[in-house]
C-alpha cells in the first residue's frame, strides 16, 4: 500500500492491519523514539512493490506538479489573501494554555535569556515532532518516500503557503532552504542577461544599504561580475519616519537613472535585518513601476509571521519570506513567490542543478539532491500551531509587537537612550540605543560585547553598530550627552518573559556601573621591538 497517512496527507503511524494480524516481519519497521522529543515511537508499514510508470525520477512522473488531493486544496483553503494567515472554520483543539506554550518550548535553553528570535526563529515541539515523523519515514523506505510521498507533501506545503501569502496559484510558490537562496535564483537570472547581452554593460542595479549580508555579497557576486552598476540607498538611521525612507528611496533611485540607464532591478528589504526597520515596501514597489524599473525582488527575510504579507497587493515581481524565522517552521524553509504570467518566471533557476532542471522553478526547488526536506513537509502543522492561539498569527504579530515595544520603552527609559525608529515602522524587533560610554566603534566591537553578553550573562542578542550613513545626519547622543553608536536588536516571541529583557537591562547596567568601555575586550595591539 502507499505511505500511510492521515485525512490531511500527513505521516501517521500505522494501524496493525485487520486483515493480517501478523504483517511479515520484512514489512514492518518499527522504530525507536527520537529523544530529547516527547514523541512516540512510530511504527510503519510500507509497500516494497514496484511503483507502476517509470523508475526514473526525472521521467514525467515527477516533471509537473501532482495533481492536488483534498488535503492540497483544503490547505489552500485554509489560508486567504489578505496577509491575515489561515483562518479554518473549525480549530484543531482548545485555545493554548501558557502552560502549553511553556511545554512547546521547553527544548530551549532555559539559563538563556533568548531575545534574539530574529536570526534563527524558533520551532515549537508539537510541529518538531511531525518533523522527525517524516524523517523516519524517509528513513525506513526512501525509494517509497521519494516516489510517492515527497512532492504531494511538498505540493500540500506549497498549497497552505498560497494561501497564507494571497498567491493567485500554488505554481506561483516555491519552497527553498531560506531567503539568500531566493536571492540567488533572482540575481543568477540577471546575471545571465547581462552575460547573455540582454542587459547592457553598465545598467544598474539598485539595493539598499542595508541589505542582508549575505544578499548584497550576492549582489555583487552575480550581477556587479557580470557588468551592472550597484547603486545603494543610504537609509538614515535613527529614522524617523518611512518618509524620510522615502525620499532617500526616490534620490538614489535618480542617481541610478543617471545617463539614460536602465535599472534592471531593485532589490528592496521588507524589514531590514541589522538595523531592524520595517521598510513601506508597497510604496518603494509602486516608486519603481512609476520610474520604469524593471523588476523588483522583496527580500522579505522577516516577515511573515511579523507583519501582513499579500504579495498581490505589494506588487512585486519576486516576493521571498523565511517560515523557519516568524512563522514556527523548523529550520530551514523559505517561499519565493512570482506570477505564473510572468514570462520570467519560467526562465528561473535553482542556483543547485539536478534532475529536475528545465521543469519550472517549483520543482527543482523541489528535488535538489538528496538532503532532508522535512523542514518543507510540516508548514501544515506550523499553521496549526499557530491556530491553537486566540486570533491566530494575528493576535500572535500584535501582542508581539505590543510587548516588545513596551520592553524596548523599559530599557531605553534605564539606559538614558531611546528606540531606533518609531513604533509603526517597528514589527516583532525593535532597535534600542545602548549607553554611549560603553564605547562601540566598530562591526567588531559590536561582537565582542554580545558575545561577553553571551557566555557572561547568559544573555543573547544582536548587537549593531552605527556610522552616519547620510551625509549631515547628525549622531544621536544618550541623556548623558554621549553619542550612541551601539543597538541591541529585541525580539519578541510567544515564548518570551518580562524577566529576559530585565537580564539584558540589568547586565548593561552592571558594565556601566563598572566603567566598562568596548576597548577593554580589543586584543593588545603588537609593538615592533
Excluded at 519560467?346 to 526536506?373: A, C, F, K
Excluded at 542578542?461 to 551601539?486: F, H, L, W
Aim: glycine fraction near 8%.
Amino acid at each position: 500500500m502507499p505511505l500511510t497517512t492521515d485525512e490531511a496527507g500527513r505521516p501517521i503511524a500505522a494501524r496493525a492491519r485487520a486483515r493480517d494480524p501478523n504483517p511479515s516481519p520484512q514489512h514492518t519497521h518499527t522504530l525507536s523514539p527520537i529523544t530529547p522529543l516527547p514523541i512516540l515511537s512510530l511504527s510503519l508499514s510500507l509497500s516494497l512493490s514496484s511503483p507502476s510508470g517509470p523508475t526514473n525520477p526525472s521521467a514525467a512522473a515527477m516533471a509537473s506538479d501532482p495533481a492536488p488531493d483534498d488535503a492540497a486544496r483544503a490547505a489552500a483553503a485554509n489560508g486567504h489573501g489578505n496577509g491575515n494567515g489561515p483562518s479554518p472554520a473549525k480549530r484543531p483543539r482548545a485555545v493554548i494554555s501558557a502552560a502549553e506554550i511553556r511545554a512547546e518550548f521547553a527544548h530551549h535553553d532555559a539559563a538563556v535569556a533568548r531575545v534574539n528570535n530574529g536570526s534563527f526563529g524558533c520551532c515549537p515541539a508539537s510541529v518538531l515532532a511531525a518533523q522527525a515523523r517524516w524523517q523516519r519515514l524517509f528513513l525506513a523506505q526512501p525509494d517509497a518516500f521519494y516516489f510517492h510521498g515527497l512532492q504531494q507533501g511538498l505540493l500540500r506545503s506549497r498549497a497552505a503557503v498560497a494561501g497564507l501569502v494571497g498567491a493567485g496559484d500554488v505554481s506561483e510558490v516555491s519552497l527553498v532552504d531560506n531567503a539568500t537562496t531566493a536571492a540567488a535564483i533572482v540575481l543568477q537570472h540577471a546575471a545571465w542577461s547581462f552575460a547573455e547581452g540582454h542587459f547592457a554593460r553598465g545598467d544598474a542595479v539598485l539595493m539598499l544599504h542595508y541589505a542582508y549580508g549575505a544578499v548584497k555579497k550576492s549582489i555583487h557576486a552575480y550581477v556587479a561580475r557580470a557588468g551592472a552598476n550597484v547603486v545603494e540607498v543610504p537609509l538614515p538611521f535613527p529614522v524617523a519616519s518611512a518618509d524620510a525612507i522615502i525620499a532617500e528611496f526616490r534620490a538614489a533611485l535618480a542617481i541610478a537613472k543617471e545617463g539614460g540607464r536602465r535599472v534592471r532591478l531593485a532589490v528592496i528589504d521588507h524589514i531590514t535585518s541589522m538595523p531592524s526597520v520595517i521598510i513601506p515596501v508597497k510604496e518603494l514597489v509602486a516608486i519603481c513601476r512609476e520610474e520604469g524599473v524593471d523588476k523588483v525582488f522583496v527580500d522579505a527575510a522577516h516577515s511573515i509571521g511579523q507583519v501582513p504579507v499579500d504579495v498581490r497587493d505589494i506588487g512585486a515581481d519576486f516576493y521571498t519570506s523565511n517560515l523557519h524565522k516568524w512563522f514556527f517552521c523548523p529550520p530551514a524553509v523559505a517561499f519565493l513567490h512570482t506570477h505564473k504570467d510572468d514570462p520570467i518566471a519560467s526562465q528561473l533557476h535553482h542556483p543547485v542543478v539536478s534532475q529536475e532542471y528545465g521543469n519550472g522553478l517549483p520543482m527543482e526547488s523541489g528535488w535538489i539532491g538528496t538532503r532532508d526536506y522535512s523542514a518543507q513537509l510540516v508548514v501544515s502543522e506550523a499553521i496549526d500551531f499557530v491556530n491553537r492561539f486566540e486570533g491566530g498569527i494575528e493576535a500572535i504579530r500584535s501582542r508581539n509587537h505590543e510587548k516588545v515595544i513596551e520592553m524596548g520603552r523599559m530599557l531605553a527609559e534605564a539606559w538614558g537612550t531611546f528606540l531606533g525608529s518609531p513604533p509603526e515602522l517597528c514589527g516583532s524587533m525593535v532597535m534600542v540605543g545602548m549607553p554611549g560610554c560603553l564605547g562601540v566603534e566598530s562591526d567588531d566591537d559590536a561582537m565582542r560585547v554580545r558575545t561577553m553578553l553571551r557566555k557572561d550573562f547568559q544573555v543573547e542578542v544582536p548587537i549593531y553598530y552605527n556610522s552616519r550613513r547620510v551625509e549631515g545626519q547628525e549622531m544621536a547622543k544618550d541623556k548623558s550627552g554621549d553619542p550612541v553608536t551601539g543597538y541591541v536588536r529585541i525580539s519578541h516571541q510567544v515564548y518570551n518573559v518580562r524577566e529576559d529583557y530585565e537580564r539584558l537591562r540589568d547586565a548593561i547596567n552592571k558594565l556601566v556601573s563598572e566603567g566598562f568601555t568596548s576597548s577593554k575586550l580589543r586584543p593588545s595591539e603588537k609593538r615592533e621591538a
